[in-house]
């Protein structure tokens, strides 16, 4: 290999991520990926690899869509290549997304026949649940090698010997067919360097904070490959800043006071800003009062947390989860709220990843009159024909107004396990239809859809709100 060569290494992007519900920073998610294809045409790098979850949705919006097109386009135009893998975020059953943009010549996919760039052969492996890591058929590479000077897996998955590894780096590499100088992993969102055995394994980071605990410096990987070495640095991501106020209130003070005195300190404006509020539990302070007053002073989004009484501006500390399966629990939650078996009928419908949602009025429709049909009424009126609402009061369905509206959130159960793992805080998990872990511990819902893990090693989870008030 006469030529050096020069990768830029991103991945966990998360496109179209309205995090705290906020369009501001879903556009910080789309920008912060523009940076990183505006220095790969300003570095006229060979390539740009990226290691998976594009999307933070397998159903992104036409407006994500169209925007990651025109990111790509910057690319093809200066004639830099960019390869990538699927993750488990965007990953659907059978076409997947990046097959559309292969389809126009935006994006070559990665797989077991490599990509061969100037003597270094490239491989991907998609995201592979947790359930089917021991599966995992090598032979797919089996007569794949090549006479490159340099061979570059990539992998979305987390990996041994990080933290929080489900499938091991070394096994991966004593059971390919060919020598790996180098694996480029995404699905922690940490940026992480080790070597193993010969083979160089990275976590290049995720481009934006998907959550509270990712406070290190977003960040992407620059791969260096020439005959004599690979070279791997890391370059910092300017982003939106997270700001963290801790409060603690004294017996006998003005609890405003003291909380409204310490965000003063700050500048707070355009700034995502989290309180947290510790001591005396016997002043009382209303947590919308302190959203309130940071909106006042500009405050992108407010994030009140008071530790005294367990309660969180963005939080419902009341819905708890297992991480194998948020899906049950969201079920666990609606038998509290007393439906009858028509109610529990309609959000079935609703939350079924197998129903289009432009056929939700459809099929509710072929169900309730398959239930008229097979109806006696000469007797009384059956339950399956009665709604209860939030007071317990029945309606009879048939002349209840009722309107079906779709989830405000991805109710595709969303995808199995995607990290960011702090130091200080914790790791983030995104839990869904393939549940990449299998945690058997109650978890918190918030809005961010991912999961935490505390010094001590508890894990707190926090996938995507579910509005229960659309369901039925």
């Given at each position: 290999?006469?030529?050096?060569?020069?990768?830029i290494?991103t991945?966990?992007?998360?496109?179209?991520y309205?995090?705290?519900?906020s369009?501001?920073?879903?556009q910080?998610?789309?920008?912060a990926?523009?940076t990183?294809?505006t220095?790969a045409?300003?570095m006229?790098?060979?390539?740009?690899v990226?290691?998976?979850?594009?999307f933070d949705?397998r159903n992104?919006?036409?407006d994500d869509i169209?925007e990651?097109?025109?990111?790509?386009?910057?690319?093809k135009?200066?004639d830099i290549?960019?390869?990538?893998?699927?993750?488990?975020?965007?990953s659907k059953?059978?076409?997947?997304?990046?097959?559309?943009?292969?389809?126009m010549g935006l994006?070559?996919?990665?797989?077991?026949v490599p990509?061969?760039?100037k003597?270094v052969?490239?491989?991907?492996i998609?995201s592979?649940s947790?359930?089917k890591i021991p599966?995992?058929?090598?032979?797919i590479?089996?007569?794949?090698?090549t006479?490159?000077?340099?061979?570059?897996?990539?992998?979305?998955?987390l990996?041994k010997?990080?933290?929080?590894?489900e499938?091991?780096?070394?096994?991966v590499?004593?059971?390919l067919?060919f020598?790996?100088?180098?694996?480029?992993?995404?699905d922690?969102?940490?940026h992480?360097?080790?070597?193993?055995d010969d083979t160089?394994?990275?976590y290049c980071?995720s481009t934006e904070r998907n959550?509270?605990?990712?406070?290190e410096p977003?960040?992407?990987n620059?791969?260096?490959v020439?005959?004599a070495?690979?070279d791997?640095s890391?370059?910092?991501i300017?982003?939106?800043?997270?700001?963290f106020i801790?409060?603690?209130i004294?017996k006998?003070t003005?609890?405003y006071?003291?909380?409204?005195?310490?965000?003063?300190?700050?500048?707070v404006?355009?700034?995502?800003v989290f309180v947290?509020i510790s001591g005396?539990?016997?002043?009382?302070v209303k947590?919308?009062e302190?959203e309130d007053f940071?909106?006042s002073?500009s405050?992108l989004?407010?994030?009140?947390k008071?530790?005294?009484?367990?309660?969180e501006?963005?939080l419902?500390?009341?819905m708890?989860i297992?991480f194998?399966d948020p899906?049950?629990?969201?079920?666990?939650?609606i038998?509290k709220?007393?439906?009858?078996?028509a109610g529990?009928?309609?959000d079935?419908i609703i939350?079924?990843?197998q129903i289009?949602?432009t056929?939700v009025d459809?099929?509710t429709?072929?169900?309730?009159?398959?239930?008229?049909?097979?109806?006696?009424?000469s007797?009384?009126?059956?339950?399956v024909?009665?709604?209860?609402d939030?007071?317990?009061h029945?309606t009879n369905l048939?002349?209840a107004?009722?309107e079906v509206?779709?989830?405000?959130?991805?109710?595709?159960?969303?995808?199995?396990?995607?990290?960011g793992?702090?130091?200080?805080a914790?790791t983030e998990l995104?839990?869904?239809?393939?549940?990449?872990s299998?945690v058997?511990?109650e978890?918190?819902?918030?809005?961010?859809?991912?999961?935490e893990?505390?010094d001590?090693?508890?894990?707190?989870?926090?996938p995507?709100?579910?509005?229960?008030?659309d369901?039925?």
């Open positions: 290999m006469a030529d050096e060569i020069r990768l290494h991945g966990d992007t998360h496109l179209g309205r995090q705290y519900h369009e501001v920073r879903r910080d998610f789309m920008d990926f523009a990183v294809i220095d045409i300003k006229q790098v060979d390539a740009v990226h290691a998976g979850d594009l949705s992104p919006t036409l169209l990651t097109m025109q990111l790509f386009s910057r690319l135009e200066a290549p960019l390869l990538a893998i699927v993750g488990n975020h965007e059953q059978n076409t997947q997304w990046l097959d559309l943009y292969e389809n994006v070559t996919r990665l797989a077991a990509y061969i760039l003597g052969a490239i491989y991907g998609d592979v947790k359930s599966l995992f058929d090598y032979s590479f089996d007569d794949k090698g006479d490159a000077h340099r061979n570059i897996l990539v992998m979305h998955q990996m010997p990080f933290a929080f590894g499938w091991d780096v070394k096994e590499i004593d059971s067919p020598a790996v100088d180098a694996i480029l992993l995404g922690n969102h940490k992480e360097i080790v070597k193993v160089w394994v990275t980071g959550s509270s605990s990712e406070r977003r960040s992407y620059i791969i260096t020439n005959d070495d690979l791997i890391k370059r910092i300017p982003t939106r800043e997270y700001l801790p409060v603690h004294s006998d003005d609890g006071e003291e909380v409204f005195s310490a965000i003063k300190e700050h500048k404006e355009d700034k995502v947290n005396d539990p016997q002043v009382k947590l919308s302190v940071l909106l002073r405050a989004v407010p994030v009140i008071d530790i005294r009484m367990g309660d501006s963005l419902d500390p009341s708890k297992s194998a899906d049950d629990v969201v079920k666990e939650e038998k709220l007393r439906f009858t078996s529990m009928m309609l079935e939350r079924d990843s289009p949602k056929r459809e099929e429709e072929h169900r309730i009159v398959s239930l008229l049909d097979d109806m006696d009424f007797q009384d009126l059956p339950d024909l009665m709604i209860s939030a007071e317990g029945n048939l002349s107004e009722s509206s779709e989830p405000d959130a991805d109710l595709e159960s969303d995808t199995e396990a995607d990290t793992v702090d130091a200080e914790d995104d839990s869904g239809e393939d549940a990449d299998e058997n511990a978890k918190t819902l918030d809005e961010t859809e991912h999961v893990r505390s001590s090693g508890e894990p707190t989870v926090k995507r709100q579910y509005n229960l008030g369901y039925i």
